[in-house]
């Protein structure tokens, strides 16, 4: 999915030129829209080192499935999943941004 897609569907800013194109693999689809939808439910810590992404509010993340009428038996699979891009993600933005000096 062109990242300038997603970012219309998650109402973001238009994606710059870093970022790249990616494939989402149907049987992932569902678990990556309702990811984008927790786009909000992120954990920051602020510190002198600067921000630090520590993960998803998993409060949000359970409310969110409520509201959602998530079948009960999908939802230890879906937070599974869940659990394995929120990892993924924690890498990308937790990584040390390029120094300009």
Do not use: C, H
Not at 36 to 53: A, D, F, H, K, P
Not at 59 to 72: D, L, S
Request: hydrophobic share 40%; no cysteine; proline share 5%.
């Amino acid at each position: 999915m062109p990242a300038e897609d997603i970012a219309k569907f998650i109402g973001k800013r238009k994606p710059n030129s870093s970022e790249q194109d990616f494939e989402v693999w149907p049987d992932n689809w569902e678990t990556f829209i309702f990811f984008i939808e927790l786009s909000t439910q992120w954990r920051l810590v602020s510190g002198m080192s600067g921000n630090v992404m520590v993960g998803l509010d998993y409060t949000g993340v359970e409310a969110m499935m409520r509201i959602k009428n998530i079948p009960k038996k999908q939802k230890l699979t879906l937070f599974s999943e869940l659990q394995i891009m929120e990892r993924e993600a924690l890498e990308v933005l937790n990584k040390p941004k390029d120094k300009k000096d």
